[in-house]
């Protein structure tokens, strides 16, 4: 500081004594002054010295009164609303930033009336005070933006389309915008100067933002055809994604798998390949049971009449039962002398009474769906045997819920195939190939 008041006062001097055309005295004249230098100089540092010290202290004050005074009084009024309790909303520090500008402001007041000090130094230092305020706004407005998307995911039905994306788009402007008019301030130019010589750099600021804008797009694209929500179950094989949203920024979204971990996936990710978002079967109220089990084709028969009297004792056989022999009935009795060779007559097989039954036993089960598509059917036959398929609805979607519903019924699918006089297909196993030796040998003896 001592240095920088000499030189100061060497400026005042030279500039009153020497550049002065109207000064009296001779530059011979000054070299012979003894002590004359010296008292101005003393006088011009003790001048500045005084200003800088009143200004430091008028700012000190002025810092004081605001937050020692105003801003805890007004957090006391504050912490008497819910509003004001808020610790989440309370972090992003927005008054105390405001409370930050008057110290400043102070300054900038206190230079523009400042007196005896070279101009330059008064614009350098306005400069910055002036830059200082605009950052300064610039994060208070962050601060607002936060505080906004915080309130806005607060409300249940708007965490389902967050507008973080958007917010994090606003805050990059914003934090564009003042770094442009800070460095304009310090420059002491104007802001439109520099973005008239950002049109030269376009090219370049669009490849150091293609990700953001890529970005952005994709994000509005999400946003306006509500493709994805926090919340959804997403899968997506090829990125290792299988589990549920719950996070949508403006470059990624973060999917928390069934084992607990955390998938990141690129926003334009999910534009420009698909995806499989599972939102419609939870919104539908069922979830979809499709299993099915290979059948012996050896084990199918035509039903005589004493597996059709054990099998009519099952209530959910009884209307098929009586339904379908009655039909068959007709028809033979239509064959006439045809009808004596039983190859020429209808008759009901296992596989297809089986099948009756597990229609009928999915039709009043408490646990499936019946508004929904419900089925039993056969697909292609293949070396593995006879496939017959389960197709329905769950009444819930809950994982754990479904699971158990399809393991009861596939369980009493197997259970029950004994009564049909029907056998699963099955390769032969270690105990079966040695339960087979064990019997030929026995024979052998």
């Not at 490849?207 to 952005?216: E, G, I």
Request: net charge negative; glycine share 4%; charged share 20%.
């Amino acid at each position: 500081m001592c240095i920088l008041n000499y030189a100061l006062a060497f400026t005042y001097v030279y500039d009153v004594f020497v550049n002065d055309e109207n000064c009296n005295f001779h530059k011979s004249e000054i070299i012979l002054m003894d002590q004359k230098p010296l008292f101005f100089f003393l006088k011009y540092e003790m001048d500045v010295a005084l200003f800088f010290i009143s200004l430091a202290l008028s700012a000190l004050f002025a810092n004081f009164v605001v937050k020692r005074l105003l801003l805890i009084g007004l957090e006391r009024l504050l912490d008497q609303i819910s509003f004001g309790q808020d610790a989440e909303l309370r972090k992003y520090k927005v008054i105390p930033r405001l409370a930050n500008i008057v110290p400043a402001l102070v300054v900038d007041l206190g230079l523009s009336f400042a007196k005896g000090i070279p101009d330059d130094l008064k614009t350098i230092l306005q400069n910055i005070t002036d830059a200082f305020i605009i950052l300064t706004l610039a994060m208070a407005l962050v601060g607002v933006l936060s505080i906004m998307d915080t309130l806005y995911h607060r409300r249940p039905k708007n965490d389902l389309r967050p507008i973080k994306g958007y917010v994090q788009v606003a805050k990059i402007i914003i934090y564009g915008i003042t770094a442009i008019f800070v460095i304009a301030t310090l420059l002491d130019t104007s802001p439109f100067i520099l973005l008239s010589g950002l049109g030269a750099m376009t090219a370049v600021l669009m490849l150091v933002f293609q990700d953001t804008l890529l970005s952005l797009v994709a994000g509005m694209q999400i946003s306006s055809s509500n493709m994805i929500r926090v919340g959804d179950w997403v899968e997506m094989p090829d990125l290792g994604a299988n589990g549920d949203v719950i996070e949508i920024s403006l470059y990624t979204i973060k999917v928390q798998n069934f084992d607990k971990t955390i998938t990141t996936i690129p926003v334009r990710k999910l534009v420009s390949e698909s995806f499989k978002n599972w939102s419609g079967m939870t919104n539908s109220g069922g979830r979809r049971i499709k299993c099915s089990l290979q059948l012996d084709q050896n084990s199918i028969r035509f039903l005589e009449d004493v597996d059709l009297q054990r099998l009519n004792k099952m209530h959910l056989l009884q209307n098929y039962l009586e339904h379908k022999i009655t039909e068959v009935s007709e028809w033979n009795s239509s064959l006439g002398d045809h009808s004596s060779y039983s190859s020429n007559t209808r008759r009901l097989t296992n596989l297809g009474t089986f099948r009756a039954y597990l229609t009928s036993y999915l039709q009043v089960h408490c646990s499936i769906q019946q508004s929904m598509t419900l089925m039993v059917r056969q697909l292609e036959p293949s070396p593995q045997g006879l496939k017959i398929e389960i197709y329905c609805f769950a009444n819930t979607t809950d994982w754990t819920e479904y699971e158990g519903i399809k393991s009861d019924i596939l369980e009493h699918v197997l259970a029950i195939l004994p009564e049909f006089d029907l056998n699963v297909f099955q390769d032969f196993g270690s105990t079966d190939i040695n339960g087979r030796a064990d019997q030929k040998a026995f024979v052998n003896l």
